[in-house]
């Protein structure tokens, strides 16, 4: 086994012939995407998973089925998960999403923005699909730097995973312990994810980053996801290509 995990066609590592699939978790976000071009960019064949899970509106799921369009993806699954069922998070609920926040306040305390065990409850469906595929590699856009109150954006959390992965399945058991979970993204800075993103040919005006856009989609510049997408185009001087609430 490589430290890609790489399946070898017929079963045997020794032939000419391997794939290299991977699981792509993909928000319609500027992690996400960046995350599947860095995939794309490594030799991957991505199969991209879109979770439908009961968040406050459907923007991000129709630019992912645009993005997975463009970077033309081997195939990709919008999965119904009605995490609203539970709320307890101002993405699946009626709590308010905070506005205007310090970058101090953005990187102190877990956010009510956090959604409860969703990466878990993320990983673990896409496990589940990489298993069918079969894909031993799944990617996912966390980041720990800009996002450091949420649990499941850590290291601890994505080794812990990994080791479970390897635990629970019968890929894991039977191919000793293949499941690698990537994040490319999870030491980086908004500012350096999109300079990454850029040089690897991204159109960022196709993603969708916003907590709370307005009914035809425009971000609202002023939640934290908006500002520190606004802040990392700035610190490359550039401007934002989505549109705004004016």
């Not at 790489?6 to 500027?30: K, P, Q």
């Not at 129709?62 to 993806?73: E, F, K, M, P, Y």
């Not at 969703?118 to 856009?141: C, H, K, M, Q």
């Not at 002023?222 to 934002?240: M, P, V």
Request: with cysteine; hydrophobic share 40%.
């Amino acid at each position: 086994m490589s430290q890609h995990g790489l399946l070898s066609l017929g079963g045997t590592e020794s032939e000419d012939m391997t794939i290299s699939n991977a699981v792509v978790l993909l928000s319609g976000g500027l992690d996400s995407t960046t995350t599947l071009a860095m995939a794309i960019e490594q030799g991957y064949t991505p199969y991209a998973l879109t979770f439908a899970y009961g968040q406050r509106h459907q923007h991000e799921i129709d630019a992912a089925r645009v993005i997975a369009s463009t970077h033309h993806v081997q195939e990709h699954r919008v999965f119904p998960l009605s995490l609203d069922v539970f709320g307890g998070s101002a993405l699946t609920s009626n709590i308010a999403v905070p506005k205007l926040r310090s970058a101090e306040a953005i990187a102190t305390g877990i956010p009510v923005t956090y959604v409860p065990a969703r990466n878990t409850v993320f990983l673990s469906i896409a496990l589940a699909w990489a298993e069918v595929i079969p894909a031993y590699d799944i990617f996912i856009g966390v980041n720990a730097r800009d996002y450091s109150g949420y649990p499941d954006c850590r290291p601890e959390f994505i080794r812990a995973f990994e080791t479970t992965a390897n635990l629970a399945t019968k890929t894991g058991v039977e191919h000793d312990s293949p499941f690698r979970i990537h994040t490319p993204l999870i030491d980086l800075g908004k500012d350096e994810i999109i300079r990454r993103g850029l040089a690897l040919g991204i159109d960022y005006g196709l993603t969708r980053s916003c907590y709370d856009p307005s009914p035809v989609g425009h971000a609202c510049g002023t939640c934290d996801a908006c500002l520190l997408r606004l802040q990392g185009f700035a610190a490359n001087n550039l401007t934002d290509p989505a549109t705004y609430v004016t």
